[in-house]
């Protein structure tokens, strides 16, 4: 099987499961008057979540999923809001990522702040380790924005860990790649501002600080980039290949770098493509690294594989004001990274969001985690934010469980060679599908 095929199953499993769900009949309210009604259906939960086991073994594939906004409240919304578009109350409908069967709920806050924001937070569930806010991929010992607090304090992703072990990684996104949850997989960086050096105080490019797009394509070798932010890779007045006439849209560098080039030169079986006519006509046999970088405005359109797949070990979190899909898939040697970021689904607003803002909306509540596969049922109770990172890298055998009395199963000695990776786009529209992002 491909990786490709692979990765759509993620999408898949999720779509086989709305489907199912929309095609049963909703209770009507005179059967809901009777116990038997609520008696019988619990029963059957009962009976399921008897048999439910841990599954035990590693996991070959990873896929993480992230609504930003996506907190328990608006959880709650979007499942009444399917099951009303299903034709009934929708109170008691289901979303797919419900069906997983292990919970935990995460404590968001920052080292420097209650109510935490993206960069502090991807780092937490990315790397493994609590910082400060508005620093990505640095511990909380780097200081906001001075570049020389930088350097002894990177803090490493899952992301590059799995690279480094010999995985196929990719990251999609609704948003820019360069954003701050996408970014904290393979930026280390003061300021989560600094998206190109255009955007560094002249002190920090003194310093030799880089910017978040010099660093997507230097410091981890990342076989899928799906997302926008194609203005921070190009200099100065480039035109934009989707709005050459739009100079809001050029390129902005300030080096004269052509960061796309540099990303494609050296690869073998490279593409880079820029709007989904492109990325259709992406032949995912010979296709080994794929670089799309797409006007993230219109992310959101893409639709929904349809293929079918059992999908048994799909493993997922969901996480609000930030939510997380985790997925696990059997038989290669595949960790995909997927970071579906959408701003807050805006018409389930909660809490005091009503005043303009001018940057994402976090709260300082906890968020779920919703996780399905292996090493799954790690994910219970209350728990740090940066605990996440600990069981995807658990779960991946990766550092620092790679080696050592944790590595019992025999799935975590296998070493299969990656296969290549390339259909991050069907998972790109699951995260559509589940995520809504806010334009
Ligand atoms: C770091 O840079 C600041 C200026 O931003 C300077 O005052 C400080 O001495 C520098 N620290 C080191 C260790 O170089
Ligand atoms: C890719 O390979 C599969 C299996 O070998 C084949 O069915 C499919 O048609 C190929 N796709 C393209 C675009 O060549």
Redo the contacts with the bound molecule.
């Keep these: 099987m491909s990786s490709v095929q692979h990765l759509a199953t993620a999408g898949i499993c999720v779509y086989l499961c709305l489907a199912v769900r929309l095609a049963a009949a909703p209770a009507s309210l005179e059967e809901e008057k009777a116990p038997a009604y609520w008696n019988e259906r619990a029963r059957r939960t009962l009976e399921s979540a008897l048999n439910l086991a841990p599954v035990t073994r590693r996991a070959k594939n990873i896929i993480l999923f992230l609504g930003d906004g996506m907190g328990i409240s608006t959880i709650s919304a979007a499942r009444i809001y399917k099951g009303q578009l299903a034709g009934g109350p929708g109170e008691d409908s289901q979303l797919a990522m419900e069906t997983f069967p292990y919970v935990a709920l995460a404590k968001t806050y920052n080292v420097d702040r209650q109510v935490p924001d993206s960069a502090g937070t991807g780092t937490a569930y990315l790397c493994g380790v609590k910082a400060n806010a508005k620093t990505l991929g640095v511990s909380a010992a780097a200081v906001y924005g001075?570049?020389?607090?930088t350097w002894g304090n990177e803090v490493y992703s899952v992301l590059h860990r799995a690279k480094q072990s010999g995985k196929s990684v990719g990251i999609v996104t609704t948003t820019r790649v360069q954003h701050a949850s996408p970014g904290a997989s393979y930026a280390h960086v003061v300021n989560r501002e600094w998206y190109s050096d255009a955007d560094l105080p002249k002190?920090a490019i003194r310093?030799g600080c880089k910017d978040i797009a010099y660093q997507l394509v230097h410091n981890t070798d990342i076989n899928v980039i799906l997302g926008g932010g194609r203005m921070y890779m190009t200099p100065r007045r480039t035109p934009d290949p989707e709005y050459p006439t739009d100079p809001k849209q050029s390129g902005t560098r300030k080096d004269g770098l052509d960061l796309v080039e540099r990303w494609l030169s050296g690869k073998e079986g490279a593409r880079y493509v820029w709007d989904k006519k492109g990325l259709d006509a992406v032949d995912e046999n010979s296709t080994d690294y794929l670089l799309e970088d797409k006007d993230y405005r219109q992310q959101a359109a893409v639709p929904l594989d349809t293929e079918t797949h059992a999908g048994e070990d799909v493993a997922i979190m969901a996480k609000g004001p930030m939510a997380h899909l985790f997925h696990g898939v059997q038989e290669q040697n595949y960790v995909a990274h997927v970071l579906a970021y959408a701003g807050g689904l805006e018409p389930y607003h909660t809490g005091p969001a009503t005043v303009p803002l001018d940057t994402e909306t976090h709260a300082g509540e906890d968020v779920a985690i919703m996780a399905k596969g292996p090493m799954a049922h790690l994910f219970h109770g209350v728990q740090e934010q940066n605990y996440v990172a600990h069981v995807l890298a658990y779960a991946g055998g990766l550092e620092p469980y790679h080696t050592g009395p944790e590595c019992l199963a025999p799935s975590c000695r296998a070493g299969s060679p990656a296969p290549p990776p390339v259909l991050l786009l069907r998972a790109r529209g699951l995260a559509s599908l589940l995520l809504t992002a806010r334009l």
């Design positions: 001075k570049c020389n607090t002190e310093q």
